[in-house]
């Protein structure tokens, strides 16, 4: 009896053990090899694996880290990432660049929470009057006016495909 593992994600999928290839499968290879070597670099970067993929816009500076906090309920949102978040992931920032990929999230409806952590205390530091003195942004831009914005503003629906979103940082 022959078993095999596979999962629909490429980067993630189990691979058979590697045999000799038959002179079909090195041309099917070698036209992939081309075909993958004439699409833009922009198809290229994005994530083979379904998720949430996030790209942190607007980083004032290369310093520190950013967090990217997805949740899955209003409770904890945004303020207490630490301890609500669904998941967390901490980028180190390079060239004022970031990314948040997010793989193996169950269909559902989520909100992101995104701080710069210049500093890296693990917080979002803010001023005499409660006022961010770090970079912060929303899932759906939703903004934080006088404190900050509801799970409902920022929540978006997600259906466990590919789903490319871009957060702007306020500072």
């Known amino acids: 009896m022959n078993h095999s593992s596979t999962s629909k994600c490429a980067c993630c999928a189990t691979r058979p053990p590697a045999g000799r290839a038959t002179r ?10 081309l ?3 004439t699409l833009p670099a922009s198809v290229l970067a994005q994530s083979a694996c379904p998720g949430i993929h996030v790209k942190i816009l607007d980083i004032r ?7 990217c906090a997805l949740f899955e309920s209003s409770v904890g949102f945004p303020t207490e990432y630490l301890h609500a978040a669904t998941q967390i992931m901490v980028i180190k920032v390079r060239d004022r660049q970031a990314r948040c990929d997010f793989e193996d999230i169950a269909p559902g409806s989520y909100a992101l929470a995104v701080v710069h952590d210049e500093n890296m205390n693990g917080k979002l530091d803010v001023n005499w009057l409660g006022i961010p003195v770090e970079g912060y942004g929303f899932s759906n831009d939703a903004s934080a006016l006088l404190g900050a914005p509801s799970f409902a503003a920022a929540s978006f629906p997600y259906d466990g495909e590919n789903l490319e979103m871009t957060i702007s940082l306020n500072y």
């Open 35 to 37: 075909l993958v070597a």
């Open 61 to 67: 500076s290369s310093t520190g880290a950013v967090a």
């Open 24 to 33: 079909g499968q090195r041309w099917a290879a070698w036209w992939s090899m």
